[in-house]
């Protein structure tokens, strides 16, 4: 996913991944997001002073998390982002094992499967649900 509409600079001072990961805990839009790896900030052009925050979510394989904030409006300050979905990349990996990407399963340093479905300490087949 990312999120456009955000000033590169806030009070004088570049906005950081820790920002970003800030501005979601006190978001209600974002209350059952859990990042995947680190937000990445990068200036639109270089002359501009608007921001793009590109993330990857943990979510179930139907989306339905993703489905319920793309397109969504919040606000950061006096500004307004909004959260759009990007096509997935194919040419970077994702790990069957640990579920990470940039790495395939068969150089995963994990040593622990993790679910697909819920991201806990078991494979995918022993998934139950929540109860």
């Known amino acids: 996913m990312k999120i456009i509409g955000l000033p590169y600079k806030i009070n004088q001072d570049v906005i950081s991944p820790n920002f970003i990961e800030g501005v979601f805990k006190e978001t209600h839009l974002f209350k ?3 990042l995947a790896s680190k937000p990445c900030v990068i200036k639109v052009s ?3 002073d ?6 990857d979510i943990w979510d179930s394989q139907s ?3 993703a489905k ?3 397109n969504r409006r919040f606000n950061i300050g006096r500004f307004i982002a909004t959260v759009k979905g990007t096509n ?3 040419g970077v990996p994702q790990c069957k094992n640990c579920w990470k990407w940039e790495h395939s ?3 995963c340093r994990s040593h622990i499967s993790r679910c697909a479905k819920c991201y806990g300490a078991h494979i995918t ?3 139950r649900g929540k109860a």
Do not use: E, F, R
Not at 50 to 55: C, G, I, P, Q
């Open 63 to 65: 989306g339905s998390l």
């Open 68 to 70: 319920n904030i793309i």
């Open 50 to 55: 608007m921001a793009v925050v590109w993330m």
């Open 125 to 127: 087949k022993h998934y």
């Open 32 to 34: 059952d997001v859990v």
């Open 46 to 48: 270089p002359k501009s």
């Open 105 to 107: 399963t068969l150089s």
């Open 88 to 90: 997935m990349n194919p």
